[in-house]
């Protein structure tokens, strides 16, 4: 088969389309037949060499894939050949072929076209595990969204409005705000000319949200935590903006404020497949009744990897970038 394999750490150039051994099927996965991966930040971390793989997963960069179960593993019985599935991976989405454990899989959503299934699965299993199973956003709570315009902005905003929430959105442009608002943003905020914890006291009262995702880390930690409210979980998903902050423990004991942070990828098989499940049990109806819509900017041959990295890099796109085999 064919995938892209990160020729050496460094920039967008070192991915090439290199002919590759086929994946080894164990007793428990599901071998598929991509239709189409989706870009996530962690790649273009993993290529510059500062995400490696878990032990035992492909190495080559793609977090989520959609396509046909071609194999089943001897311990597989609820997927079968021919099935249209998509997936959350460990890695090896860039490819024309990928094993995932069963417990990984999920069915593509009814009204859903099979490659726009690739853009789900990871900023599903993201959103659901880290703002409801941990942070326990409920309806009629507020909740700020940095990076409104990403594919986890994007799929954060809806899936906050069906459960009930008030969302408020960060983005850096006019255009990118529009598009928010568009997707059901009741605050949105251009984080370029509007300070963010004043706009968020103004729409709440003074009090904050009870809930904030961000994916910037230190240089947003200062001013999320003076934007929650009493009891707010803060949920950091990435680290854009630094690693290193200083915190005073005072503002966190007066208001009992919660930081917590997660990633997916390292995650044991088992724990992804309780996320798994869930998401398909209380997200993917929300899905096929057309409440939630995967938000596509646009898709580009597997061969035009290094130029979908620059793209994303880039941050002019909005909602995620496909690559199709």
Known sequence: MKAVVITSPGGPEVLQLQEVRDPELKDDEVLMKVKATALNRADTIQRKGLYPPPKGASEYPGLECSGTIVAVG?????????????????????????????????????????????????????????????????????????????????????????????????????????????????????????????????ETGGKGVDVILDYLGASYLKRNLESLNFDGRLFIIGTMGGPVAEVDLRVLLARRLTVQSAGLRHRSPENKAVIVSEVEKIVWPAISAGNVKPVVYKSLPLSEAAEAHRLMESSEHIGKILLVP
């Open 74 to 202: 001897k311990k597989v019985s609820r997927w079968k050949i021919g099935d249209e599935v998509c997936a959350l991976l460990s890695g090896g989405g860039y490819a024309e072929k990928v094993a995932v454990p069963a417990g990984q899989v999920l069915p593509v959503p009814h009204g859903v076209s099979l490659q726009d299934a690739a853009s789900l699965p990871e900023v599903a299993c993201t959103v659901w595990s880290t703002v409801f199973m941990i942070s326990r956003l409920s309806a009629g709570e507020t909740f700020l969204i940095h990076g409104g315009s990403s594919g986890i902005g994007t799929f954060a905003i809806q899936i906050a409005k069906y459960q009930g929430a008030k969302v408020l959105v960060t983005a850096g442009s006019e255009e990118k705000l529009a598009v928010c608002k568009n997707l059901g943003a009741d605050v949105c905020i251009n984080y370029k000319t509007q300070d963010f914890v004043q706009r968020v006291k103004e």
